[in-house]
């Protein structure tokens, strides 16, 4: 199996925001990557990565809201007993 490291590579130029760069090689450092690694195995993950068939239920079933509920935070004790309404 080849990996990351084998592969061809070909050089490609971005136009960063300085913030954005900063924080890149910030997160770089404390992975011990350099920035081209780093920002190569976030790409990496972010186009290969395909949830599994439950991830995809939860997410469907996060985005339509069936199940969320309404939550009361007129006051501390109304939100908690809202909270016990949707977990009960």
């Known amino acids: 199996?080849?990996?990351?490291?084998?592969?061809p590579?070909?050089?490609?130029?971005?136009?960063?925001?300085v913030g954005l760069l900063d924080r890149l090689k910030e997160k770089a450092?404390?992975?011990?990557?350099?920035?081209?690694?780093?920002?190569e195995s976030i790409l990496l993950d972010a186009i290969?990565?395909?949830p599994n068939e439950?991830?995809?239920?939860?997410?469907?079933?996060?985005?339509s809201g069936r199940y969320?509920?309404?939550?009361d935070a007129s006051s501390f004790e109304a939100f908690?007993?809202?909270?016990e309404a949707i977990e009960g």
């Open 54 to 63: 439950a991830t995809l239920e939860a997410i469907e079933e996060a985005r």
């Open 80 to 83: 908690m007993k809202s909270i």
């Open 48 to 50: 290969y990565y395909e």
């Open 29 to 39: 450092t404390e992975e011990h990557q350099s920035v081209d690694d780093f920002v």
């Open 1 to 7: 199996m080849e990996t990351i490291a084998q592969t």
């Open 68 to 71: 969320a509920g309404t939550l």
């Open 9 to 17: 590579k070909k050089r490609a130029a971005f136009n960063l925001s």
